[in-house]
């Protein structure tokens, strides 16, 4: 197990086509999260799992996002009809149930929308 | 609300001069504080986490709670410290996840 792993690295869509992104976490880690990064800020927290379940859904940034776990593994973040405000970082994490504050992080996932 | 701030965007120093990486926070209840790093290239990961009171590569962080805030100080820089700094308030009993500052860039200067 190398880490967190996330796909695909670049992906480059035109205004309104959808786009998922998929997360694959450390095998023994129940926790999955979200975040979305862009240029000058911190990582901005969408949503998290915990095994298959999702925790908290309501920093979503839009009801064009969204986000599964279904057999507690990988998990995979659709963006629907996405709008060039969505060209971001996002990057998934993980950790173990105990959450001791620690996040593995994946290399992110680059949108780029034209 | 929860709410990290960190003052400074970019911060450059010269090699062996003491480092302040600054972070001030508002979290309701008593929430547990972290610093993550994002060396050029890689991973964003933990550096360190105040309820541990560890010195990490040189690092440390007090947790002032009647100032709030939780400064990263370092008495002598090096060149590999340069790098993006996140501070980052959270709950330890996990169902609170961190949120971010926006970072300070630390540039080390030979």
């Known amino acids: 197990d190398t880490g967190v792993s996330q796909d695909p690295r670049h992906k480059i869509t035109k205004r309104g086509q959808n786009v998922t992104f998929r997360c694959d976490p450390i095998?023994?880690?129940?926790?999955l999260y979200w975040y979305r990064q862009t240029l000058g800020q911190g990582p901005e927290f969408l949503t998290y799992?915990?095994?298959?379940?999702?925790?908290?859904k309501s920093r979503l940034l839009s009801d064009r996002f969204s986000a599964e776990r279904p057999k507690g593994s990988f998990s995979t973040l659709e963006i629907q009809r996405t709008e060039q405000g969505d060209s971001a970082m996002y990057l998934c994490?993980?950790?173990?149930?105990?959450?001791?504050?620690?996040?593995?992080f994946g290399e992110g996932s680059r949108l780029t929308v034209l | 609300a929860q709410r990290v701030t960190q003052p400074e965007k970019l911060l450059s120093v010269f090699k062996g001069a003491p480092v302040e990486l600054k972070c001030n926070y508002s979290?309701?209840?008593?929430?547990?504080l972290f610093w993550y790093v994002q060396y050029s290239r890689q991973r964003l990961q933990l550096l360190l986490r105040h309820i541990s009171r560890e010195s990490i590569k040189g690092f440390t962080a007090d947790l002032n709670k009647g100032e709030t805030s939780f400064h990263l100080k370092k008495p002598f820089a090096q060149e590999e410290d340069s790098a993006m700094y996140y501070c980052a308030p959270g709950r330890n009993s996990g169902n609170t996840p961190l949120v971010f500052g926006k970072g300070t860039r630390l540039s080390v200067i030979a």
């Open positions: 994490a993980s950790s173990p149930t105990e959450n001791t504050g620690e996040l593995f």
């Open positions: 799992f915990q095994n298959e379940a999702q925790l908290e």
């Open positions: 095998s023994e880690h129940n926790r």
């Open positions: 979290y309701s209840g008593s929430p547990e």
